[in-house]
């Protein structure tokens, strides 16, 4: 199984980005999105962080389908506005999982599997009527044991703005996994011209 992103789309992109205008705005003033909203999006959206300038990023919303390893969730869970809708769980499913198909090719092969034979002795004992208390032992060792490239899928909710923070601290990273992510964050809605991430321009301050 591969690192993937799918199912994805951003919401209110043009709503967030003319309300970044209601501070010089008496009565606020909306429709369709123009030229004047791009530019003011191109300004504003790569300002020195803390300016507080970029805020209107806050509300351009990203949703998508995320399938990767638990080594990449790790990382991507230590961002505080990007949450996690919804995701398969080791603890319902696992007993289902060939280890072979859900995880990263780099995984070792004997470390698959060891946890592979547990698995199957759990479904075995199962069948047999080992008691509970076995069971629960075996399934605790299962859960413990499984590899980091195991891949699970997650829906994911964020913002451009968290976005930004993670292109620039994770664009150059070790992973391959996150130059994935931040290669399709740049395709997303004027995500370079409002974030300033990209291999050409780069945000004062950050690099």
Known sequence: MEFKIDNYDVYDLKESLQAAAYSY??????????????LRGEK?????????HNSFLKGITV?????????????????HFADIVSSTSTMHTILKMHL??????????????IVQKMIDK??????????????????????ASCPSGLCLTARITTNYLQLQTMWFQR??????????????????PYFEKFTGCSEDEKILGLE
Not at 25 to 38: A, H, N
Request: hydrophobic letters at 35%; a negative charge; glycine letters at 6%.
């Open 44 to 52: 504003l959206g790569p300002a020195k962080p803390g300016t507080g």
């Open 100 to 113: 072979d198909d859900m995880c990263v090719k780099e995984t070792n092969i004997e470390v698959m599997q």
């Open 171 to 188: 664009h150059n990273h070790v992973l391959n996994e996150w130059h994935i992510f931040c290669a399709w964050a740049e395709t997303l």
């Open 25 to 38: 705005q008496t009565e606020v003033k909306t429709g369709p999105l123009g030229e004047k909203d791009i």
């Open 63 to 79: 949703c998508a389908d995320i399938t990767a390893p638990l080594y990449w969730w790790k990382q991507f869970q230590r961002y």
């Open 122 to 143: 759990y479904n075995k004992d199962k069948e047999i009527g080992v008691s509970e208390e076995e069971l629960k032992k075996l399934w605790r060792s299962i859960i």
